[in-house]
């Protein structure tokens, strides 16, 4: 089964309204030139208080090659939630997906499994779709228990999540080790356990999900790396941080995933 492949950025707590507008200009002039079915969907993730000007920005282009994500949620529609975003506010933008489990907001958050799936079970019904990150610390791959913490986190996503569903999100697998260390993962080991993720799915909901599931790696990619790891028979693209901050590093890595 063909999946589209997905390059996406995260770029974290990075750049005011101004600074992203311009990367997002940047990043659209990069790939001014590429055929737009031949690209993977492009997607970047700026800050909230960005949202508006990236936007914006993709608007006016009007050219549809890069599709507007948001880094994380709160699954409560409104209410006293001091600090939070929901969903339904979201809905101010032309936004597709949103990141959430990502490892540092699990780690400097505490954010649960459980909260991980009411976010999902939220951005599903609300119509967007989930990026749901995973992945281990090197003290859990060292214990040799990698497989079954991530099939733990995976399972606890998406609780009460229908096939369809399923099928239409999207997983990253991102071992914290990797992220932001410059310490990428080995592809033919990333790729083992993507598989074994959608082994979990397959188990979990069937066939058709586990086939349409886009599940990407993250953890230090950049331009050299991208090629070897789309050339896995499951690594479906690529979530990146460091390396989206740029457009040309960003645009490199897209075109990477084109080869
Ligand atoms: C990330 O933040 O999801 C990430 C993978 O970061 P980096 O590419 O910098 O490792």
Same mark, same amino acid.
């Given at each position: ?24 200009? $940047? ?55 001091? $600090? ?95 992220? $932001? ?37 993250? $953890? ?40």
């Amino acid at each position: 089964m063909s999946r589209k492949p997905i390059i996406a950025g995260n770029w974290k707590m990075h750049n005011n309204s101004a600074q992203s507008a311009e990367l997002a200009v $940047g990043i659209m002039q990069e790939l001014k030139n590429e055929d737009k079915n031949n690209l993977p969907e492009v997607v970047i993730a700026p800050v909230f208080t960005s949202l508006y000007a990236v936007d914006k920005e993709l608007k006016n282009c009007g050219c549809g090659k890069v599709t507007l994500a948001a880094q994380n949620c709160y699954y409560e529609p409104k209410g006293a939630f001091t $600090g939070e975003i929901s969903i339904e506010m979201l809905k101010d933008f032309d936004l597709k997906y949103i990141i959430i489990g990502h490892s540092e907001r699990r780690q400097y958050f505490n954010e649960s499994d459980e909260l991980i799936n009411k976010k999902a079970i939220a951005i599903l019904e609300n119509g967007f779709l989930p990026i749901v990150c995973c992945g281990e610390t090197l003290e859990q791959r060292e214990e040799g228990i990698t497989d079954k913490h991530i099939a733990s986190q995976i399972t606890k996503a998406f609780e009460n999540i229908s096939a369809e569903d399923t099928a239409k999100s999207v997983i990253a697998y991102e071992p914290i080790w990797a992220i $932001g260390t410059g310490k990428t993962c080995d592809s033919v080991e990333a790729n083992r356990v993507i598989k074994m993720i959608r082994e979990t799915i397959r188990g979990l909901k069937g066939d058709m999900a586990a086939d349409s599931i886009r599940i990407l790696y993250g $953890g230090s990619v950049k331009p050299e790396t991208i090629e070897e790891q789309m050339a896995q028979s499951d690594i479906d693209g690529a979530l990146v941080g460091g390396a989206s901050l740029k457009a040309d590093s960003f645009a490199k890595i897209v075109r990477g995933a084109m080869a």
